[in-house]
Structure formats: C-alpha cells, structure tokens
C-alpha cells in the first residue's frame, strides 16, 4: 500500500533539509491518502520533492516527528530494533560507573518520543509520541532483547502524552512489580529509586558525572587544612548531590526540598550508605530557605542549586529568569571564599548563554567575586542530536568564590 504523504507548505522544507526531524502543524499544507496516527508518512516539499519518513501525530501541533531521511529506508520492524540495539550498545562503556542508565534518548537516539532507562533489573520506558506510541511493542520487544532484562514498566504519564492527545500509562508490561525503590549503585554510592511514582522516570539520571563532580570537590576541599567542608544542596529530591557530597568527605549537610515523599526516600538513601557525616534535612521552600540561612549566620563551602524546570515554555523565561536570578543570588550569599557553587537550569527554553547572563547579574548583586571553572551538562546517555538544538536541556556551571 502506498504511504500517505504530507505535503509541506512553500519554504518549510528549509529546516527538513538541515535534518531538523520536527515538523509543526502550521508548515503542514495537507496530508493525502489515508494517514492513522502514528502512521509513517512521505513528507514532501510543495514541489514534490521527497524530504523525509516521519510519524504522523494528528493531534500533536508537533504534527510529524521523522524517523529518517533516506528513502530507500523502510521503516518497519526491523529498522525500529535495529535503532534500540544500536543506542544501548553506544551505552555499554558506562554501565561500569553505574546501573542506572538511560538506554535510549528519544531523537538524540534516531526514536522520537522514546525514552528507556535501566536501574538494575529493571526498564523503565516513557513513549511520549505519537510514533512511539504506534511501534510501543515492537520497541519494547527490541529493548528485551538488546539488555537481556526481562522487567519492563511504563512511565508514560508525562504531560508531553496529553499534546499529542494519548493517555497516561503507567504500570508492569513485562515481568515482575519493581521494589519500591530499586537499589541501584552509582559511582559506589547505592541509591533506592522508585520508579513507580518519582519524578521523570525515578531518578535524575543525566547528574551522574555533575554528582561525580561534586564527590571530587568535597574531597578537594575536605583535604585542603582546616575545617570539614559544609555542604548546602537546595532541591535536593532524593538526595543524590547530598550522598556524592559525603562520600568525598562533607563535614556538614544540609538538605532542603520542599517535597515530604522526596525528603523521606533521600533520608533512606543516607540510611543505605552508612555516611557518618552530620545530616540535616529541611522540608521548605528553598527561596524562603536560602534568606532563614542568611538570617541564621550558616556559611558554606559547598552549594547545589538545582531547581526544577522552573520556565515550561517560551512564555515563561521571564518570570523564570528572575527566580533564577533569586536563588543564585540568596546562594552565592551563602558562599564562604574559596567555596563553590554548582548551580543549574534545565529549562529548554532557558539556553545556556542567558543562563550564564542571569548568573553573572546575581554574582554582581551579590557583592562578590567569582570565578565560572567550568560550564556543565547532562551525561554520555543523554546526548544531543547536533540537528536538534532543543534536545539541550540540562545546563549547569561550576562557580567559585574568588572574594
Ligand atoms: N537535584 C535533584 C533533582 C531536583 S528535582 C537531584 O539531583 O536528584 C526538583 C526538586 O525540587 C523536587 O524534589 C521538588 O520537590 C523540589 N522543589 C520544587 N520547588 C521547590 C521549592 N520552591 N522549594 C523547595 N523544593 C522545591
């Protein structure tokens, strides 16, 4: 049967030649023969030109996500498999580090809209379009046999599914119900991660070389003379900065997190590690947590600030800036000289220049001097298609206080 074919309209074939694999509605001309969602579609410039295979999302302003460019590539079973085989074998050189890994990373990988991580034993899949959603057995048949692992549970319940108008899914399609949490072991660290209802899939897992990081600095800092470092991690979730900042040696910590569920797993997640560190954990909103510290005289060596998404779209960067601005500017009060501070963004509509531009201001209005040492992302399993420079989330820098 002859695919269905979306025709572009006149001068929106521009980015698809540049292998852009996003399509919108509004460069969408008209759709001919008979498309189902998810369907793969011929797309083709107004002159007839072929341009791309996609997925056709009917319900999604995100109208087609392509699956490639080649013509002569069919898109079928073994294309999909073949795609999930090649991503998790580019991964092997990091499960020595870790056995919480993302396996697949939606277009970065070649599959829009999937996203697959293990912890131990366990897979734990996102199908966020409409494509993904269309192939979601065949994907999940592939990534069976590609890790040997048998545990497989959905996660798809994200508000990505509700604009491509799908359902939330969450629960067991293969194997056994996880434990609640998984144990998975990170740089020698153990973490409890529970899958079933945290956040993204249960673990940050794109901070495994920024947590590495922060085990380094506390070591540095812990064998420099004089006082065990103090360490301050804001939104700490389960605690994965806290945990890396006492294994390199913190003297003091202090965790704060607004969430009582998050607090309680990270509390457990000190518990599995055994660290004789001097713990605090502080339910509270961090912007009224960052001047009670002021206020209280605390200083430290060491901070994290890593917040959530706090700008969901272009119509948020503003407001987003300045809570951004606020928090950078109550922490890096808090920094004794010498002390860094780690601080990030993973808003997608936050770039990395205007990122550091807002760090810089809260720096000046500070009143203090500082360094950047080094700009910071997310790790090897969460690359970037060098075509799709919306795939760049997560970004970070290493400050120190200079005076
Ligand atoms: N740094 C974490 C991930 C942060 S996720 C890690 O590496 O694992 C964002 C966290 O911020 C969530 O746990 C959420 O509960 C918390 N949070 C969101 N808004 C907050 C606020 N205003 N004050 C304190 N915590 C907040």
């Given at each position: 049967m002859k695919p269905a074919e979306l025709w572009l309209k006149p001068g929106k074939e521009k980015s698809l030649l540049r292998r852009h694999p996003w399509i919108y509605d509004t460069a969408v001309a008209r759709v001919t023969g008979r498309a189902e969602a998810g369907a793969t579609v011929a797309v083709r410039a107004?002159?007839?030109?072929?341009?791309?295979?996609?997925?056709?999302?009917?319900?999604?302003?995100?109208?087609?996500?392509?699956?490639?460019?080649?013509?002569?590539?069919?898109i079928d079973v073994d294309f999909i498999a073949a795609r999930v085989h090649a991503a998790v074998a580019r991964r092997a050189h990091l499960a020595a580090d870790s056995d919480a890994l993302r396996?697949?990373?939606?277009?970065?990988?070649?599959?829009?809209?999937?996203?697959?991580d293990r912890y131990a034993d366990w897979l734990v899949v996102q199908l966020q379009a409409t494509g993904a959603e269309a192939w979601r057995e065949m994907l999940i048949d592939a990534l069976v046999q590609a890790t040997g692992c048998g545990n497989v549970f959905d996660r798809s319940d994200s508000a990505t599914r509700q604009r491509e108008g799908l359902p939330a899914t969450s629960g067991v399609l293969r194997g056994v119900t996880p434990d609640a949490p998984i144990e998975v072991v990170e740089h020698s660290i153990r973490y409890g991660v529970d899958v079933q209802r945290g956040h993204k899939t249960g673990f940050y897992i794109d901070q495994r070389d920024n947590r590495l990081l922060v085990r380094q600095l506390a070591a540095r800092l812990a064998a420099a003379p004089g006082r065990a470092p103090r360490v301050l991690n804001c939104f700490c979730y389960t605690g994965g900065f806290s945990l890396a900042a006492a294994a390199g040696g913190a003297g003091e910590l202090l965790s704060v997190d607004s969430s009582a569920d998050?607090?309680?797993?990270?509390?457990?997640?000190?518990?599995?590690?055994?660290?004789?560190?001097?713990?605090?954990?502080?339910?509270?909103?961090?912007?009224?947590?960052?001047?009670?510290?002021?206020?209280e005289g605390r200083v430290f060596d060491?901070?994290?600030?890593?917040?959530?998404?706090?700008?969901?779209?272009?119509?948020?960067?503003?407001?987003?800036?300045?809570?951004?601005?606020?928090?950078?500017?109550?922490?890096?009060?808090?920094?004794?000289?010498?002390?860094?501070?780690?601080?990030?963004?993973?808003?997608?509509?936050?770039?990395?220049?205007l990122f550091q531009k807002i760090v810089a201001g809260a720096v000046f209005d500070a009143r203090v001097e500082a360094q950047m040492l080094r700009r910071l992302g997310a790790g090897e399993d969460h690359p970037l298609l060098m075509t799709h420079p919306e795939g760049e989330y997560l970004k970070g820098l290493l400050l120190q206080r200079v005076g």
């Open positions: 107004a002159d007839g030109r072929y341009l791309a295979w996609a997925a056709y999302a009917p319900a999604s302003t995100l109208r087609a996500r392509c699956w490639g460019f080649d013509e002569t590539q069919r396996l697949v990373f939606g277009e970065a990988d070649g599959l829009p809209g999937f996203v697959a998050a607090l309680a797993l990270a509390q457990d997640n000190w518990a599995r590690n055994g660290f004789t560190a001097a713990a605090e954990w502080r339910g509270d909103d961090v912007f009224d947590a960052l001047r009670a510290l002021r206020d060491l901070i994290v600030l890593d917040p959530p998404k706090f700008a969901a779209s272009h119509h948020h960067v503003e407001r987003a800036a300045r809570a951004y601005k606020d928090i950078n500017l109550n922490g890096l009060r808090l920094l004794a000289p010498g002390g860094y501070l780690l601080t990030f963004s993973c808003s997608g509509a936050i770039d990395v220049d």
